[in-house]
């Protein structure tokens, strides 16, 4: 069963998956070149003196080797000769305004700054307190210290942690390389090309358009520009092709044998529709099948009273399975067929009753009339559109317009056995929001199995 697509998808999820190591190595290549140019730019950058000095720059400066204290130092050393200079060249002008001031004596004295200290020392022996030169002695001689005492009093203070907190942590040279090597990535465009391979498969295996944009928006959001390991590119890919196509059934708990023994005061009555050649009438006996192994009493209605021959082919059925059919002639009103046959089972207590119809096209809209009447007069619990499983987009754009025209509940996919492509397995539910409940896979009355999407899904081979 769907054998042609799998080996589509496989072909193609193996090509996507080249692909995105192909692509991810060249956008590398790129990111690398980019990457050195930011660094040759970040170079330059610091290579030039900064105005301000930040608490890193600092503490990178204190632990290279470079002693600020030092520095503060020679700047006030610097300050000081430059002082000192200033101080010498106005020396000259000082002596001559005191020369014209002063007698010689005191010049010749103000001019002996050298013997200061031996005449403050006879001062003290004799006595005498020079309390005006001591001063000035103390006020050189402290000038030192409290240069000192400020540079201790004013260390690097660190800023707050906060600030170290907003450094955006970078990743090693190691952790980067890591990650290059077990990691690829791709852009939107990178993957555009790269799903066409897998689009043209969905295409060629029926799958309708609606359904190929909806895989191609989930592989998008997995893919592109998200890393992906090397070594699980092509898993990535089955894994979210799998999930994608897992959601395009309508989830159902509908049970029928349950909902037929619920129903106990009239008989459960179910239509079936669909066009000629699509496996319906079968269909309609392999329910009556299933439903005498299960112990409930059933009665057919011939409502096909347009195709030649249907009359007969349905009533070899019920002969063979051991039910009732309620049959007229051909080209009586088929409606008139199915309220008979609800009046039979209610008089003979029968639990279900199951309405053929003529197969019809659903282009021909005078049949479709004639089938809105047959909905009008039996109002049937349940409507199920049965269609050929092999005829793909055909299948469900039938499916599509019985659907607008009578509200269908479910589906049987008769011939799924046979079905190489299984567009239709995998878009009629998506595109009607109505959920499958059999499938046919063979032609013995007990070959019709309940719909599992995960039948479909190995199917494919992507479990």
Same mark, same amino acid.
């Given at each position: 069963?769907?054998?042609?697509?799998k080996?589509?998808?496989?072909?193609?999820?193996?090509?996507?998956?080249e692909?995105?190591e192909?692509?991810g190595?060249?956008?590398?290549?790129?990111?690398?070149?980019?990457?050195?140019?930011?660094? +040759?730019?970040?170079?330059?950058?610091?290579?030039?003196?900064?105005?301000?000095?930040?608490? &890193?720059a600092?503490l990178?400066?204190?632990?290279?080797?470079?002693?600020e204290t030092?520095?503060?130092?020679?700047e006030?050393?610097?300050?000081t000769?430059?002082a000192?200079e200033?101080?010498?060249d106005?020396?000259?002008?000082?002596?001559?305004?005191?020369?014209?001031l002063?007698?010689?004596?005191?010049?010749?004295?103000e001019?002996?700054?050298?013997?200061?200290?031996?005449?403050?020392?006879?001062?003290?022996i004799?006595?005498?307190?020079?309390?005006?030169? *001591?001063?000035v002695k103390? +006020? /050189?001689?402290?000038?030192?210290?409290?240069?000192?005492?400020?540079?201790k009093? +004013?260390?690097?203070?660190?800023?707050?942690?906060?600030?170290?907190?907003?450094?955006?942590?970078?990743?090693?040279? &190691?952790?980067?390389?890591?990650? %290059?090597?077990i990691?690829?990535?791709?852009?939107?465009?990178?993957?555009? /090309?790269?799903?066409?391979?897998? =689009?043209?498969?969905?295409? =060629?295996?029926? *799958?309708?358009?609606?359904?190929? =944009?909806k895989?191609?928006? @989930?592989?998008?959001?997995?893919?592109v520009?998200?890393?992906?390991?090397?070594?699980?590119? =092509?898993?990535?890919?089955?894994?979210?092709?799998?999930?994608?196509?897992?959601?395009?059934?309508?989830?159902s708990?509908?049970?029928?044998i349950?909902?037929?023994?619920?129903?106990?005061?009239e008989?459960?009555?179910?239509? &079936?529709?669909?066009?000629?050649?699509?496996?319906k009438?079968?269909?309609?006996a392999k329910?009556?099948?299933?439903?005498k192994?299960k112990g409930?009493?059933?009665?057919?209605?011939?409502? @096909?009273? &347009?195709?030649?021959?249907?009359?007969?082919?349905?009533?070899?059925?019920?002969e063979?399975?051991?039910?009732?059919?309620?049959?007229?002639?051909?080209?009586? @009103?088929?409606?008139?067929?199915?309220?008979?046959a609800?009046?039979?089972?209610?008089?003979?207590?029968? @639990?279900?009753?199951?309405? #053929?119809?003529?197969?019809?096209?659903?282009?021909?809209q005078?049949?479709?009339?004639?089938?809105?009447?047959?909905i009008r *007069?039996?109002?049937?619990?349940?409507?199920?559109?049965?269609?050929?499983?092999?005829?793909?987009?055909?299948?469900?754009e039938?499916a599509?317009?019985f659907n607008?025209?009578?509200?269908? #509940?479910?589906?049987?996919?008769?011939?799924?056995?046979?079905?190489? %492509?299984?567009?239709?397995? *995998?878009?009629?539910?998506?595109?009607?929001?109505?959920?499958?409940?059999y499938?046919?896979?063979?032609?013995?009355?007990?070959?019709?199995?309940e719909?599992?999407s995960?039948?479909?899904?190995?199917s494919?081979?992507?479990?």
């Amino acid at each position: 069963m769907f054998k042609f697509l799998k080996d589509k998808l496989k072909s193609a999820i193996s090509k996507i998956s080249e692909g995105v190591e192909k692509e991810g190595k060249a956008e590398e290549k790129i990111t690398d070149q980019s990457a050195e140019e930011k660094e +040759e730019a970040l170079e330059t950058v610091s290579a030039q003196p900064s105005k301000e000095k930040g608490f &890193f720059a600092k503490l990178k400066e204190k632990f290279s080797g470079r002693d600020e204290t030092a520095d503060i130092k020679k700047e006030e050393k610097l300050k000081t000769e430059k002082a000192k200079e200033a101080i010498e060249d106005k020396k000259p002008e000082i002596q001559k305004e005191k020369h014209e001031l002063q007698p010689r004596k005191e010049i010749k004295e103000e001019i002996k700054p050298a013997k200061e200290h031996k005449i403050e020392k006879k001062h003290e022996i004799k006595g005498h307190k020079p309390e005006h030169k *001591v001063h000035v002695k103390d +006020e /050189k001689h402290q000038k030192k210290p409290e240069i000192k005492e400020e540079l201790k009093e +004013e260390p690097i203070t660190p800023q707050p942690e906060t600030e170290i907190s907003e450094v955006p942590e970078k990743k090693g040279f &190691f952790a980067k390389l890591t990650e %290059k090597i077990i990691t690829t990535k791709i852009n939107e465009g990178q993957f555009e /090309k790269l799903f066409w391979d897998l =689009e043209l498969a969905l295409m =060629e295996n029926n *799958v309708a358009i609606e359904v190929i =944009e909806k895989i191609k928006n @989930d592989l998008k959001e997995e893919l592109v520009e998200k890393p992906i390991r090397r070594n699980k590119v =092509e898993e990535t890919i089955a894994l979210t092709l799998k999930s994608s196509i897992e959601e395009l059934f309508e989830k159902s708990e509908f049970d029928l044998i349950e909902e037929i023994r619920s129903k106990k005061e009239e008989p459960y009555v179910i239509a &079936f529709f669909g066009i000629n050649g699509s496996g319906k009438t079968t269909s309609i006996a392999k329910i009556a099948n299933m439903l005498k192994e299960k112990g409930i009493s059933c009665v057919l209605a011939a409502g @096909d009273t &347009f195709r030649a021959a249907s009359i007969e082919q349905l009533s070899l059925h019920a002969e063979k399975i051991g039910v009732k059919i309620i049959k007229h002639g051909y080209g009586s @009103d088929p409606a008139a067929v199915a309220f008979d046959a609800i009046k039979h089972a209610k008089a003979k207590e029968i @639990d279900v009753v199951l309405i #053929d119809t003529a197969g019809r096209m659903h282009s021909n809209q005078n049949l479709i009339d004639e089938m809105k009447k047959i909905i009008r *007069v039996a109002k049937p619990d349940l409507k199920i559109f049965v269609g050929e499983s092999i005829t793909g987009n055909d299948c469900v754009e039938q499916a599509k317009t019985f659907n607008d025209a009578v509200g269908i #509940d479910g589906i049987i996919l008769a011939k799924a056995d046979i079905d190489e %492509k299984g567009g239709a397995a *995998v878009s009629i539910s998506y595109i009607t929001k109505k959920p499958i409940l059999y499938l046919g896979v063979g032609q013995e009355y007990k070959d019709l199995q309940e719909f599992d999407s995960e039948v479909v899904v190995k199917s494919l081979g992507l479990a």
